[in-house]
């Protein structure tokens, strides 16, 4: 009786074949759970783009006046290329992270946060295209600032 040796004598060529099998199986499950994957963070890059503000692109650029509600402090003015402006009044030249909070036809409100400089919660509130109603308060320079004000766009910006 001849012993048999080798691939032949322990069916190799069938565990080979179970073996392709399964690897075709599992790659096809992989391929599937990344493609599943890869939609669930396209589905996520579009919610991520956030909120609009559109009530604040309704609002005319140009010279506005910030006028405090209190009477004690002073009337300030700056000039906005756009509603987004008023958004960090007290932080208008650093470069701050924005978290919406509202964004409907009537008014915004626009957490931001700014790294080293402080943080600050804005509410804009539309009356016209030419009026807004604003409260905002938060951490300027280690110190904190909490007040509202009508802002009113007065003019076309100097050139």
Known sequence: MSKRTGCASRGCKKREM?????????????????????????????????????????LEPGLWAIHPRDETGNETRLCAGSGRRLIQIRHAAE?????VIEDGPGAVTVQYTCPGKGYGRTRLRFENAR?????????????????????????????
């Open 18 to 58: 179970i073996f392709k099998g399964r690897q075709s199986g599992l790659m096809v499950r992989a391929v599937g759970s990344l493609a599943c994957l890869l939609a669930g963070f396209a589905a996520t890059a579009g919610l991520a783009e956030g909120p609009s503000l559109a009530m604040l692109d309704r």
């Open 95 to 99: 470069t701050c992270r924005q978290f």
């Open 131 to 159: 009026l807004v109603q604003l409260e905002t308060q938060g951490i300027e320079n280690g110190l904190p600032f909490n007040f509202a004000a009508e802002a009113r766009r007065v003019a076309s910006c100097g050139r």
